[in-house]
C-alpha cells in the first residue's frame, strides 16, 4: 500500500510563504486524485486543496488566490505553494489520496504562523 510523507511544515511570520511536500512511496497523482487538509486547534480537519489525476483544481474559499496545489508524477510528489499566510492558516497539513476503495493519508506536517 502506497505511503505518503509530508514535509516542509514550520514557522513562518505572515504574510511569508512555505511550501509543503507530500512524498509518496510509488507512483500514484498521476492515476488518483490527492488533496490537502488542515486541522487547526480546537477545530474539525477541513479540505483546503484538491487536484485530480487530470490536473483539475479546487480550493477552500479561505485559501484561493494564495495557495496552489499541484503535483510532479516524475517525482511521486505533490505539493502545495502557501502565499501571503495569515495566523488562521497555522493548522497541522495533512495529505491523502484517494485509492478507492481507501483514502490514504500521511501523517502530517504543523505550520504555525505567528510573528
Known amino acids: 500500500q502506497v505511503q505518503l510523507v509530508e514535509s516542509g511544515g514550520g514557522l513562518v511570520q505572515p504574510g511569508g510563504s512555505l511550501r509543503l511536500s507530500c512524498a509518496a512511496s510509488?507512483?500514484?497523482?498521476?492515476?488518483?486524485?490527492m488533496g490537502w487538509y488542515r486541522r487547526a486547534p480546537g477545530k474539525q480537519r477541513e479540505l483546503v486543496a484538491r487536484?485530480?489525476?487530470?490536473?483539475?483544481?479546487g480550493y477552500a474559499d479561505s485559501v484561493k488566490g494564495r495557495f496552489t496545489i499541484s503535483t510532479d508524477n516524475a517525482k511521486n510528489t505533490a505539493y502545495l505553494q502557501m502565499n501571503s499566510l495569515k495566523p488562521e492558516d497555522t493548522a497541522v497539513y495533512y495529505c491523502?489520496?484517494?485509492?478507492?476503495?481507501?483514502?490514504?493519508w500521511g501523517k502530517g506536517t504543523l505550520v504555525t504562523v505567528s510573528s
Open positions: 491523502n489520496v484517494e485509492a478507492s476503495p481507501y483514502v490514504i
Open positions: 487536484i485530480t489525476s487530470g490536473g483539475t483544481t
Open positions: 510509488r507512483s500514484i497523482f498521476s492515476t488518483n486524485a
